[in-house]
């Protein structure tokens, strides 16, 4: 499985910005998908997952604020942001874990860089 990411970039703070993950390849073997977030400094943790059924996971921090999404017919999986806070700077990094054994994929990552 391979990951690109896209649509990061600058926006102040309470705007908004869609970022989108392409994975090669059929998705029928991808278990969850995910976005995770590592700000300078700080280890990357967990910003939401969707499940190939469909159920979502989010961090509290992004709850109401982050929607996740996937389109299996075009193998993207979407991280809509909202209310953009200084504090959702970051590199994200698309994450595929596919397989019997759940293996991990990452994608190169996309900054998001929120002003006050």
């Known amino acids: 499985v391979q990951l690109q990411a896209s649509g990061g970039g600058l926006v102040q703070a309470g705007g908004s910005l869609r970022l989108a993950c392409a994975a090669s390849?059929?998705?029928?073997?991808?278990?969850?998908l995910g976005w995770y977030r590592q700000a300078p400094g700080k280890q990357r943790d967990l910003v939401a997952n969707?499940?190939?059924?469909?159920?979502?996971n989010y961090a509290d921090s992004v709850k109401g604020r982050f929607t996740i999404s996937r389109d299996n017919a075009k193998n993207t999986v979407y991280l809509e942001m909202n209310s953009l806070k200084p504090e959702d700077t970051a590199v994200y990094y698309c994450?595929?874990?596919?397989?019997?054994?759940?293996?991990?994929?990452w994608g190169p990552g996309t900054l998001v860089t929120v002003s006050s």
């Open positions: 969707i499940m190939s059924g469909g159920s979502t």
């Open positions: 994450n595929a874990r596919a397989g019997i054994t759940w293996k991990s994929y």
């Open positions: 390849g059929s998705m029928r073997n991808i278990n969850v």
